[in-house]
């Protein structure tokens, strides 16, 4: 089974090594990812450009390392369909440091790369969690590979797509896991004007506490809570899956190395 590791942080980053080193004993693993971070760009695709790609030294022993002068959907695109030649079974994005939910998916590069996997016809899932807490967290390494597993698992349709976000753990470790789906939010963008007369754009969740933020059952409400939350979303047009059979097999495993 070939499995296609990315990221939208950038080859280097230490999440995409720790995702890398949770899933090596499932099968062949590849690193393809970007040069340089690439937070924020969604689904992005660099139409009529030019995107090198560059064999670059691998951090585990038998996982080789491309780096693409792209975003992570070029990322996904090549490493399918140039450098494993659409021999991919399963793409796994992130792990992400910081957490990607309610519309902050959207514009997520983590998640982006995961929805272009899914629109190619691949498995894919993303991972993220609290930018404070230790990418080796050994809980954190058993949930992700049993979920990779899953996702593997012939019973997970083709162009499955899911969103996984860790609890904050130095809050109280894991607590289980739960399916959710995306809290209701708004985006809050901000502008900033820099001194070369250019502008750089930031963004943040404003979220309504009182009335959508901790809606029971949301990603941000399960994650309060101290569980992993689990989105199961349908490729074609984003809606979350309640009753989708792989998010709850994937939701069984990961609760058995959990205890």
Not at 132 to 154: F, G, H, Q, Y
Request: proline share 4%.
């Amino acid at each position: 089974m070939n499995i296609l590791v990315t990221n939208d942080d950038g080859f280097e980053n230490p999440g995409i090594w720790a995702l890398a080193k949770a899933v090596k004993s499932l099968g062949e693993v590849t690193v393809v990812a970007p040069v340089n971070n690439q937070s924020g760009t969604g689904c992005s695709i660099s139409f009529r450009k030019s995107v090198n790609v560059e064999q670059v030294p691998s951090k585990l022993e038998r996982v080789n390392c491309y780096a693409v002068s792209g975003t992570p959907a070029d990322s996904v695109i090549l490493g399918s369909k140039y450098i494993l030649k659409e021999e991919v079974d399963v793409v796994v994005s992130g792990i992400n440091p910081g957490f990607n939910t309610s519309r902050n998916m959207f514009i997520s590069g983590t998640f982006g790369a995961a929805i272009i996997a899914s629109s190619l016809g691949l498995r894919a899932c993303a991972f993220s969690m609290d930018a404070m807490d230790p990418l080796n967290d050994l809980t954190v390494a058993n949930v992700v590979k049993v979920i990779t597993d899953e996702l593997m698992s012939p019973e997970t349709p083709l162009g499955s797509l899911f969103n996984v976000n860790f609890p904050t753990i130095s809050l109280g470790g894991i607590n289980g896991i739960e399916g959710c789906a995306p809290a209701r939010s708004d985006l809050k963008m901000n502008v900033d004007l820099q001194s070369d007369g250019g502008h750089e754009i930031f963004s943040e969740l404003k979220i309504n506490a009182d009335n959508i933020g901790l809606t029971p059952g949301s990603d941000i409400e399960v994650l309060a809570r101290g569980k992993v939350a689990i989105t199961a979303v349908d490729g074609s047009n984003l809606n979350y899956l309640r009753a989708d059979q792989s998010l709850h097999r994937m939701i069984d495993a990961a609760n058995r190395v959990i205890g």
